[in-house]
């Protein structure tokens, strides 16, 4: 459940606009690439990223924000979003563990805990 929460926050925030479906898709990636651009170098800081890693991670959270935003939009039931977003954060933490030292990935799935709780 918590690591549900932390998904819909998470896409939430970072997809605000997602739902506006009058944008072009060319404008959502925009707006999308400066999201994940701007968490990876929050992220960096945080976890002491090198650059190449810091790279890496803002083409994760851009590649999996282009599929949440496709989830969000598309017209199955929420019961059905709230799985395949589940799924989707499942596989980004996966990708996630390779590129991320162990301390350095536990302290992302704090940030992200703290982040949900509101701290």
Do not use: W
């Not at 506006?20 to 960096?44: D, G, R, V, W």
């Amino acid at each position: 459940m918590r690591i549900l929460v932390t998904l819909i926050v998470l896409f939430m925030c970072t997809l605000g606009n997602a739902q506006t479906k009058t944008e072009e898709p060319k404008n959502e990636a925009k707006i999308l690439k400066q999201m994940a651009s701007q968490k990876a170098i929050e992220l960096q800081k945080e976890l002491n990223l090198t650059i190449r890693a810091s790279k890496a991670l803002e083409k994760s959270i851009f590649n999996y924000s282009l599929k949440a935003n496709k989830i969000l939009q598309s017209n199955v039931s929420a019961r059905e979003k709230s799985k395949s977003l589940s799924n989707l954060i499942y596989f980004q933490n996966e990708e996630l563990k390779k590129l991320f030292t162990v301390d350095q990935f536990y302290k992302y799935l704090s940030l992200q805990n703290a982040y949900v709780a509101g701290y």
